[in-house]
């Protein structure tokens, strides 16, 4: 059972709106990577992380901030959201670029 | 670049059925090889892996694929289907030091 843990599970909330998106894990992998995931379609890497203090940006824009601070910790921000943030947001792990990714529940976020 | 295509967004097969889901891979470099499904309002999970072991590789819930070199391919099976299938399929590729590459995915749905 892979321990990556995101909160909250379901968000609804008003444009403009600041939030931040959680996500952990306790294995101690370095490798931590977000996605965006429309219902039924593919996935959008969006931001990544290879260890501390260390983000970059993915294959898909996004309005999105990251940050890794820790290693069991990396969080997504968006400072104003809009309703084409509506999405469902994805969080992974690994131990490496080539080992297997653990994802998290997800996260679907609503915009109004 | 790697690049994965999954033929055909959307299969579907009688319960009791062959299931086989297409995927076809791109990489410079011997890659490294997953599967994974999605259930609704979940994250992915780890169905196998292929790291350039046994080309025959059997995974959770029934599901297996073998890795072809010649033909570029990693198609997933199981020999009968069972409603609880219904889901999202991902494959994925790994390798050369880049992050993974997810195929657009495959809805499998599963007749009565």
């Known amino acids: 059972e892979a321990d990556i843990y995101q909160t909250p599970r379901y968000l609804v909330i008003g444009t403009g709106k600041k939030i931040t998106l959680e996500c952990s894990q306790t294995?101690?992998?370095?490798?931590m990577y977000w996605y965006q995931q429309d219902p039924g379609m593919e996935l959008h890497l969006i931001h990544y992380s290879y260890g501390v203090n260390s983000t970059e940006k993915g294959d898909l824009s996004s309005e999105s901030t990251v940050s890794r601070i820790r290693t069991e910790h990396f969080p997504l921000t968006l400072e104003s959201a809009r309703p084409s943030h509506t999405s469902q947001y994805l969080c992974?792990?690994?131990?490496?670029?080539?080992?297997?990714?653990?994802f998290g529940p997800g996260t679907r976020l609503t915009v109004l | 670049a790697q690049s994965v295509t999954q033929l055909g967004s959307h299969v579907s097969v009688s319960e009791g059925a062959l299931v086989l889901l297409r995927c076809n891979y791109s990489?410079?470099?011997?890659?490294?090889l997953f599967w994974y499904v999605q259930y609704p309002n979940q994250g992915l999970q780890l169905l196998l892996k292929y790291t350039s072991a046994a080309t025959l590789v059997k995974g959770i819930n029934g599901f297996e694929a073998e890795f072809k070199k010649s033909e570029t391919s990693f198609h997933l099976t199981k020999p009968s289907a069972h409603m609880r299938d219904a889901a999202e399929y991902f494959c994925?590729?790994?390798?050369?030091?880049?992050?993974?590459?997810f195929g657009p995915g495959t809805r499998l749905s599963v007749l009565p």
């Open positions: 990489s410079s470099v011997p890659p490294y």
């Open positions: 992974a792990s690994s131990e490496s670029v080539y080992n297997e990714q653990f």
């Open positions: 994925a590729v790994s390798g050369n030091g880049q992050n993974f590459v």
């Open positions: 294995m101690g992998h370095d490798k």
